[in-house]
């Protein structure tokens, strides 16, 4: 727990640094999370939630704005359920990841058995916690049909407001494992886009996030991440930022270390300053994740029209009827979700591309 406290620390002492110097018109979205912060003891937990009302309290709002919180139900109890909707948390969001004690014990990970885990739940709506998400996986070497449709069974018991699907993905240098096929991901996908849209949350096939609510899935963070391509500020060990001008990522993002080091100041990043291109590719390839991007923003990165700078990209992808352009959005088509990592791919920048091939000639 000292070493808890410590974390909290630093990452509070960096926070501030960061609002100091970057002043902010508008909160758009916070999110906690990528570890777990249920995993932290109750009074460390307590002051990092302490910190993150009063930076709530400070700045306006926009109109979408929630605060959002990863959880494990592994690290959950009532106490810090009381905690999270004390401090106006509205959403929280676990994975599962899949309803299956084998698969999950092959990954070295476990869950609590469904009715632990439908207690909980209760608990979170007890306590006026607006919207539960629940992120699943699919795209495993071992997974059958019938460990999809068990994990849509407990999705169904425990009737989270929003579901995340997310396709497993094998290291390729790793030759312990096979990667599977784009068909059977395909199939995967269905199965699972099919059962939720019989549950009744809503999604078109191809996005990643569904929803009972009128929303996109997301949390409001994400949603400006994803849609609106807004600058985002990570604050932590390992954190991602971005802005207009580039990438970067706090310390220790590369490091092996399984211990925290003694240092005194967690801000020092790796910065890297990224063409327009590169930046405009970033945006696409996490926007997809929800089945589409926007024209318009695309167009504010690269400050020209995309469909002059991805003139021949574009001209294939609409061809061959991988894509679907309706007023801003461009959205990918049944068959290019197929092939989305490859259509993903065409908005690269020139640079990467070329890399890529050469890369590609060698064998590599």
């Given at each position: 727990e000292a070493?808890?406290?410590f974390?909290?620390?630093k990452?509070?002492?960096q926070?501030e640094?960061?609002f100091?110097s970057h002043?902010?018109?508008?909160?758009y979205?916070l999110d906690i999370?990528?570890?777990?912060?249920?995993?932290?003891?109750t009074?460390?937990?307590?002051?990092?939630?302490?910190?993150?009302?009063?930076v709530?309290?400070?700045?306006p709002?926009?109109?979408?704005?929630i605060?959002s919180?990863?959880f494990?139900?592994?690290?959950?109890d009532?106490e810090?359920?009381?905690?999270?909707?004390?401090?106006?948390?509205e959403r929280?969001?676990?994975?599962?990841q899949?309803?299956?004690r084998?698969?999950?014990?092959?990954m070295?990970?476990?869950?609590?058995?469904?009715?632990?885990m439908?207690?909980?739940t209760?608990?979170?709506?007890?306590n006026n916690?607006k919207?539960?998400?629940?992120?699943?996986?699919?795209?495993?070497?071992?997974?059958?049909?019938?460990?999809?449709?068990?994990?849509l069974?407990a999705?169904r018991?425990l009737?989270p407001?929003?579901?995340?699907l997310?396709?497993m993905?094998?290291?390729r240098n790793n030759l312990?494992?096979?990667?599977v096929?784009?068909?059977?991901l395909?199939?995967?996908y269905?199965?699972?886009?099919?059962?939720?849209?019989r549950?009744?949350?809503k999604?078109?096939?191809?996005?990643?996030?569904?929803s009972?609510?009128?929303?996109?899935?997301?949390?409001?963070?994400l949603?400006?991440r994803?849609?609106?391509?807004l600058?985002?500020?990570?604050l932590?060990i390992?954190a991602?930022?971005?802005?207009?001008?580039?990438?970067?990522?706090?310390?220790?993002?590369?490091?092996?270390?399984?211990?925290?080091?003694?240092?005194?100041?967690?801000?020092?990043?790796?910065c890297?300053?990224?063409?327009?291109?590169?930046?405009?590719?970033?945006?696409v390839?996490?926007?997809?994740?929800?089945?589409?991007?926007?024209v318009?923003?695309?167009e504010?990165?690269?400050?020209?029209?995309p469909?002059?700078?991805?003139r021949q990209e574009?001209?294939?992808?609409?061809?061959?009827g991988?894509?679907?352009?309706?007023?801003?959005?461009c959205?990918?088509?049944?068959?290019g979700?197929?092939?989305?990592?490859?259509?993903?791919?065409?908005f690269w920048?020139?640079?990467?591309?070329e890399?890529?091939?050469i890369?590609?000639?060698?064998g590599?």
């Amino acid at each position: 727990e000292a070493d808890q406290q410590f974390y909290i620390d630093k990452l509070i002492t960096q926070a501030e640094e960061f609002f100091q110097s970057h002043p902010l018109d508008k909160l758009y979205g916070l999110d906690i999370g990528g570890g777990t912060p249920t995993a932290l003891a109750t009074e460390p937990f307590n002051r990092l939630l302490d910190h993150i009302s009063s930076v709530r309290e400070r700045y306006p709002h926009d109109k979408h704005f929630i605060s959002s919180m990863e959880f494990s139900f592994s690290a959950l109890d009532e106490e810090k359920i009381r905690l999270i909707a004390e401090h106006s948390i509205e959403r929280v969001s676990t994975g599962i990841q899949v309803y299956d004690r084998q698969l999950m014990e092959n990954m070295e990970r476990k869950n609590p058995s469904l009715a632990q885990m439908e207690k909980l739940t209760a608990e979170i709506r007890k306590n006026n916690i607006k919207v539960m998400n629940i992120d699943i996986m699919y795209g495993f070497n071992e997974q059958t049909e019938i460990m999809l449709k068990n994990t849509l069974y407990a999705i169904r018991v425990l009737n989270p407001e929003q579901v995340t699907l997310y396709e497993m993905r094998y290291n390729r240098n790793n030759l312990s494992h096979t990667a599977v096929s784009r068909e059977s991901l395909f199939r995967q996908y269905e199965i699972l886009y099919d059962g939720l849209i019989r549950l009744g949350y809503k999604g078109h096939f191809g996005q990643n996030t569904f929803s009972f609510r009128n929303d996109e899935g997301v949390s409001s963070y994400l949603y400006s991440r994803m849609f609106l391509g807004l600058p985002y500020k990570g604050l932590g060990i390992s954190a991602q930022s971005m802005s207009r001008q580039g990438i970067s990522y706090n310390i220790l993002k590369s490091s092996k270390s399984r211990h925290m080091p003694s240092f005194r100041h967690i801000g020092v990043e790796d910065c890297y300053k990224l063409p327009p291109d590169e930046i405009g590719a970033k945006y696409v390839c996490i926007s997809l994740y929800s089945g589409r991007f926007s024209v318009s923003v695309l167009e504010n990165i690269l400050q020209c029209h995309p469909f002059a700078f991805y003139r021949q990209e574009f001209d294939f992808l609409r061809k061959n009827g991988y894509v679907s352009i309706e007023n801003d959005i461009c959205y990918l088509t049944r068959q290019g979700f197929k092939y989305y990592g490859a259509v993903a791919s065409l908005f690269w920048s020139a640079y990467h591309k070329e890399q890529y091939l050469i890369a590609g000639k060698k064998g590599e």
